[in-house]
């Protein structure tokens, strides 16, 4: 005990009161982090003056400058003066006892921290002008010390602010700050989440004197909000989003989702707005995931942007110093009001498939009109391209020779795998998908429409025909299956043994009935029966390889899910499958009929459809 006594410390720091400056610089480190953090607390508050139109502009980022100009209500000598003292704000009202409603927050701000902080470790100066004023006031903060405020000249009514030599007081933080181009892509990122939050307003945004955002103010309502989105997120999220609008409890979520055929790599333009407010929310990104779980391979991701409006007692946004993290009373609840909307916006969607997939097809086959393209033309030979269907080794080309013995070059070449069916086999004018015309390759099949043409993947669209079935029957207690004549006996590694064993009896209810047979191999006695014939050996190992990468965090109905599209995979109508013109068509007129048949289970697209007045351009028609 000696010994221990001996080893804690004799002299222990006295708590002392720390001066006003070091409260306001440890403070605006929670506040002001990096630039980006001014330029969203100062443009929050000019939101919440009525502004209608922001300007913004920087310098290295933000570091050495950032000016914000906005046209809102103004303020006055003595509001100037209150604006950069700590925790004095216009958002907040007292009730009639005196107290402050913290769970009843209608403004972007609320704290009034942002401009004292801002002071505290940055050069401030604003002018100011309230509406109906006769003169304009101005004041600035230098390393936490006021003066003003003192007449100024400022047109027109508003608030300029300006932040000059950002962290100068406080050269530790600095330091930490990236490079001027990070910080610049950070001011316009959360710029651009505040315009997508706010249509109606006009936003600019400048960059050591280059524009790089000018977004006019939109209309209000759905058309102008999916404008502002498509300026920002890119024309093709406009052509492709679905309209999102639905409301429970007193919740309401509306904005836009992307078709699943227009996904991307990263999650990156995924986007919640809470009552008009941008956050960051882990909701969001599950919700997502859920509701195009039928649709999307796991590394695959789409685009949305969703606007969700619920009485302010049902959120608290007052969690994070930022304001960018919000807790929903009942998290569960708005998940589900989140999946519910989206997979009802994406059934709406039909067999819609994204546009981008048709433009790019029209990309590709652009004709490239160079000079040395046209003289080979008006020469009668054209420079061979690469074919990705080639598989002959052709005569080399010999400039002398003629179109006959030129011609000799592809005998033997193998006949193209191409069939045509008479026109007559079916009406395009019937049926959205139009009548099959031919079969390339065994594997596309192409139609013909009123106002052009569809080429359709027959395996990747069998594959989204057979998962919506299989999950239908699943719905219905359990999916149809047919037994083998003879088990089969697949071998496997005892750790995919392992894996399969627990979840048999759900694989049952799939039609998949199978048990284990020794250490290393499982037995198959029935297979579903709408797979038809199925390759079993190759069925259990994707299965098997499918839970190893799926692990145990999904819960089970997303494991089945999973598992039939991987049975769809297999028991679809597979490449390389001759089908004559009854069969090319049932299979089109199933596709109209079931919903999701644009995107096969992995978020690839099912057809391409090219309009009649595209191929005419790309024959110069039109």
Known sequence: MANRAESIPKTISCIRRLPPGAVNRIAAGEV??????????????????????????????????????????GMGPDDLVLAVERHATSKLTPDDGGDYDLMNIATMGFRGEAL???????????????????????????????????????????????????????????????????????????????????????????????????????ASGEKGRLKRLAAIMGREFGDNALAINAERDGARVSGFAGLPTYNRGLPDKQFLFVNGRPVRDKLIVGAVRGAYADFLARDRHPAVALFLDLPAEMVDVNVHPAKTEVR????????????????????????????TVSSYALG??????????????????????????????????????????????????QTPSARTEPVEAASAADHPLGAARAQLHETYIVAQTPDGLVIVDQHAAHERLVYEKMKAALDGGRVPSQGLLLPEVVDLTTDEVARLEPLMEDFASLGLVME????????????????????????????????????????LKERLEEV????????????????NA???????????????????????????????ADIERLFGRR
């Not at 470790?121 to 003169?135: F, N």
Request: aromatic content about 4%; charged content about 25%.
């Open 116 to 218: 004292p902080s801002i002071g505290a470790v940055a050069r401030l100066a604003i002018t100011s002008r309230a509406k109906d004023a006769d003169e304009a006031w101005s004041l600035s903060i230098e390393g936490g010390a006021m003066s003003g405020p003192s007449p100024a000249a400022f047109g027109g009514h508003g608030t300029r602010i300006e932040v000059r030599d950002l962290f100068y007081a406080t050269p530790a933080r600095l330091k930490f700050l990236k490079s001027d181009q990070a910080e610049t892509t950070a001011v316009g990122e959360a710029v651009r989440r505040l315009a997508m939050a706010k249509h109606e307003i006009a936003f600019t945004l400048s960059s050591s004197g280059r524009k790089m955002l000018n977004l006019p103010a939109e």
């Open 328 to 355: 929903f009373r009942d998290a569960g609840g708005v998940r589900g009001l989140l999946i519910g909307a989206l997979r009802h916006a994406l059934a709406e969607a039909g067999h819609r498939a994204s546009t």
């Open 564 to 579: 039939c599209s991987s049975m769809a995979c297999h028991g679809s109508v597979r490449s390389g499958r001759r089908l």
């Open 582 to 612: 009854e069969e090319m068509n049932a299979l089109l007129r199933q596709m109209e009929a079931t919903p999701h048949s644009g995107q096969c289970n992995h978020g690839r697209p099912t057809y391409v459809e090219l309009k009649l």
């Open 32 to 73: 002001i982090e990096r630039p980006a953090a001014v330029v969203k607390e100062v443009v929050e508050n000019a939101i919440d003056a009525g502004a209608t139109r922001i300007d913004i502009e920087i310098d290295h980022g933000g570091k050495s400058r950032i000016t914000i100009i906005d046209d809102g209500c």
């Open 364 to 413: 590709r086959m652009t004709p490239q009109h160079s000079s040395a393209s046209i003289a080979s033309m008006r020469s009668g030979y054209a420079p061979p391209r690469p074919n990705p269907y080639a598989r002959e080794t052709f005569a080399p080309h010999d400039p002398g020779a003629g179109l006959h013995d030129r011609s000799r070059g592809f005998e033997g070449a």
């Open 516 to 555: 284990r047979f020794g250490e290393d191999a499982v037995m198959v006695r029935e297979t579903p029966a709408m797979l038809g014939e199925v390759d079993i050996k190759g069925l259990v190992q994707s299965l098997a390889d499918d839970l190893s990468s799926l692990g145990q965090g999904l819960a």
